[in-house]
């Protein structure tokens, strides 16, 4: 009874502890059993190895004292044989022992550790050595030639017999002691071994006993309740009420009380799920603009809302049960269904749209989500359709595509038109302005030069019309190129007011830069185009100017990434109503108080510019006393800068004493041909061979090897490139200068050429001044 209590008590106070402290009792509990028990018997076997250990010293002791005296009687009966015989073979057993015996005497002396042993053993050497040394003196003096007598020898022998009786006598003591020991040591060892065997067996019971008392405690404080909890949880899985579980204050009882409450929340929350399935169905039954249905693993239809009949026409009863494949059409039902259902298996959801047919054969633009659904386990349970009807969208998507189709035709349309019309007006206009330049230098008389004047000033404003519409069309196609460099601003500023200072002077107009303030900045743009810009806002300054009025550029860095540049003028102002038509094309402001030409193209092309460009032009200012115009634009960074100054260019070097007498000119215009000819027949006395295909003039470049070649870029046969990569790739043809005569003036043009190996490229209609000094620089004079 006490000691049921004592284990229930213990029991009680385990089943309290923690899981880590009780796996640390099940397994400690066994062990240190184990333990005692391994050291019972490291004991048991130890007591018994010192045991037997005694018994072979004991046997050891034994041979060496049979030994002992196996070489003494040996000894002694040697020399008698040699005293009698005379004969030295009988001296053999004596020789033994004299080396042998002081041998056995050490090697058994460590052996010995009874006391009574040790002084026999002390009372025996002395005696050993004293009878060999008898025997010695007996072999020794048989030899001599005086023989002793015979009494001498038989006292000697007498000697030596008492002395091997005492020294039988000794070693008799020692046998006789060895073998008490002997027995004495051999039960010490049978009761070593007795004890050692109860105490293996001991060790081996409370080994078993604590085994067994973990596994009690494991059964009842661990496994019991563990598999109880089992059921239980089996239970909680199922669905099915718990029944009490005993608690308690390790993490168990704490489990144990989690079950109980997790059943209690999973019953209040089965009644909000199901509430919320039925709101979630009459929710999806109410949807009327996306048709929302279920499907099982195989795509056959098993749910069905009010939305996906709307679209489909089709009644629940009508296709539930069936496969959703007959929503498609014939084209696509056999592949497109197999694949959404694949690809919703392997990403969890697919989405796509494409056309649908409805009960009534009509085809609809649909957006469709397939959704797979898994159950708790992860397993699939099928997949959610969503189905949204997209066809107006699509209807106004290609409306879209086709009028944005039809606008990109149109303006390709423009462009090309705008292109091929400028080709088509620099064309002639080349001739009207060379020849006009031609008479210009040719007449003396002062109204016919006044008159050939006028024939150019139109000329070159209908050539700036010509430009200007272009530059437009460009910028409105995206294609305006445009080339972004590093440039000095102080620089550009001085160049614009050089250029715009003649039509000062003329209008009496004081220009002044102020660029004080600037120092030495560089900006990033395209300095032809910002050249432009300049010079048409300093030309508008001018010209609606007052008369002695003044025109002042302010140059100002605005931070480290701004520069602004000002231009300030004393006219009479712009009107409101100006102001809002400012930047338009065509309008040209200010005409009817100025007889100046002007297309009205100027203002609304530089802003494209500046804005192409990275920067701005902005009215900041007007009033009676005057306008301002302000542009900005990026200051260079100085990794942009870097870049720069390390960039190279390749220049084609054409030696400077070049005397060229002939000169080819592939050229496909007549005119055009005609006013080459004239100019370089009377500037410079040059024939010219003319030659309007491309494979004719390479035909006439290989044959007569000209001074100087002039290429148009448009022929009949061939790109004007391509001849001239051809003329630069054969070694007869590499060095002739080459400059190409184009009407086609865009930036990335002129960069192909002259990356291809051009001398200089200049544009339609010629400017035969700078037509002249380029064929002066080549050599011509």
């Known amino acids: 009874m006490i000691a049921s209590r004592f284990f229930a008590s213990i029991s009680k106070r385990f089943l309290d502890q923690p899981l880590a402290y009780k796996g640390l009792i099940v397994i400690a509990v066994p062990l240190i059993c184990f333990l005692i028990a391994l050291a019972s018997v490291f004991l048991a076997d130890r007591e018994s190895r010192r045991a037997e250990n005694y018994v072979r010293v004991t046997f050891a002791i034994q041979s060496d004292i049979l030994e002992l005296h196996a070489l003494l009687a040996e000894a002694a009966s040697g020399v008698r044989g040699f005293l009698l015989t005379g004969n030295e073979a009988f001296l053999a057993p004596f020789n033994k022992a004299s080396v042998e015996l002081p041998t056995v005497l050490s090697s058994m002396r460590p052996l010995i550790r009874d006391s009574e042993q040790r002084a026999r053993l002390d009372e025996m050497e002395p005696l050993v050595r004293q009878k060999l040394a008898g025997l010695s003196a007996l072999r020794d003096g048989s030899g001599r030639p005086e023989k002793p007598a015979l009494d001498d020898i038989r006292k000697t022998l007498l000697d030596n017999k008492v002395l091997l009786d005492t020294l039988r006598t000794k070693i008799n003591e020692m046998r006789e002691r060895e073998d008490f020991l002997l027995a004495a040591r051999t039960g010490e060892a049978d009761a070593i071994r007795d004890r050692s065997k109860w105490i293996t067996l001991v060790g081996a019971l409370f080994g078993l006993l604590g085994g067994v008392s973990a596994i009690m405690l494991m059964s009842n404080g661990i496994v019991r309740r563990v598999g109880a909890l089992q059921k239980e949880a089996h239970k909680l899985a199922s669905g099915q ?8 204050r390790d993490e168990l009882g704490s489990l144990a009380t989690a079950l109980q409450e997790a059943s209690r929340l999973l019953k209040a929350r089965e009644e909000a799920l199901r509430e919320s399935e039925e709101r979630f169905r009459l929710l999806v039954d109410g949807v009327h603009d996306y048709g929302i249905f279920g499907l099982d693993e195989t795509g056959r239809v098993v749910s069905w809302n009010v939305g996906a009949e709307r679209i489909t026409g089709y009644r629940a009863d009508e296709v539930i049960g069936g496969h959703f494949s007959r929503f498609y059409p014939e084209d696509t039902r056999q592949t497109h269904p197999a694949q959404e259902l694949a690809q919703a298996l392997a990403f969890g959801r697919v989405e796509n749209e494409g056309w649908r047919i409805r009960k009534d054969g009509e085809r609809f633009w649909a957006n469709v989500v397939v959704t797979e659904l898994k159950d708790e386990h992860g397993n ?9 009807d997209m066809t107006d ?21 423009k462009s090309e038109f705008l292109s091929r019309m400028s080709h088509e007006l620099r064309t002639p206009l080349n001739s009207i302005l060379g020849f006009g330049q031609i008479l210009e230098m040719d007449m003396e008389d002062p109204d016919a030069q006044f008159s050939v004047r006028q024939i150019l000033t139109a000329g070159r404003h209908l050539l700036s019309l010509i430009d200007e519409i272009l530059d437009m069309a460009r910028i409105e196609a995206g294609r305006m190129d445009l080339v972004l460099d590093t440039i000095d601003a102080g620089e550009v500023l001085q160049e614009a007011l050089a250029l715009a200072r003649p039509l000062a002077e ?39 100017n007052r008369a002695s009025g003044e025109v002042r550029i302010v140059a100002r860095a605005v931070g480290s990434d701004v520069l602004v540049v000002d231009i300030c003028d004393t006219g009479s102002g ?35 510019l500046m804005e192409a460009m990275g920067g701005r032009l902005d009215l900041t200012g007007t009033s009676a006393q005057g306008t301002i115009f302000s542009l900005h634009l990026p200051i260079a960074t100085e990794e942009r800068m870097a870049e720069e100054m390390g960039l190279t260019h390749a220049v084609v070097s054409v030696p400077g004493d070049i005397m060229i007498a002939n000169v080819l000119c592939i ?3 007549p005119q055009s041909l005609n006013l080459i000819e004239n100019v370089l027949t009377r500037r410079f006395g040059c024939r010219v061979m003319p030659a309007m295909l491309g494979e004719l003039g390479l035909a006439l470049a290989l044959q007569h090897k000209p001074g100087l070649i002039l290429l148009d870029l448009d022929l009949p046969d061939m790109r004007g490139l391509d001849v001239l990569q051809r003329l630069r790739s054969d070694r007869r043809t590499r060095a002739i200068p080459v400059v190409v005569i184009s009407a086609d003036a865009t930036v990335a043009t002129r960069q192909k050429a002259m990356m291809a190996g051009a001398t200089n490229y200049l544009t339609k209609p010629l400017d035969l001044r700078l037509f002249i000094k380029s064929v002066e620089a080549i050599g011509c004079n």
């Open 667 to 669: 050229e496909d215009n």
């Open 241 to 248: 009420d718990l029944q009490s579980i005993p608690a308690g």
């Open 506 to 544: 003329e209008r009496a107009i004081d220009l002044r830069l102020d660029d004080t303030p600037l120092g030495q900045t560089f900006a990033t743009a395209d300095r032809r185009r910002l050249l432009q810009v300049l010079l048409n806002l300093l030309s508008n300054a001018i010209k609606f």
């Open 393 to 413: 969208r699509k209807k106004s998507e290609e409306t879209l595509q086709a009028a944005r189709r039809e606008a990109e035709r149109a303006s390709q349309a």
């Open 574 to 608: 712009i009107s409101a109503e100006g102001v809002e038509r400012l930047f338009r094309p065509f309008e040209r402001l200010g005409k009817e108080r100025s007889t100046t030409d002007g297309t009205g193209l100027g203002l609304a092309l530089s802003k494209h």
């Open 380 to 388: 699939s349970r099928g997949f959610s359709k969503i189905t949204r």
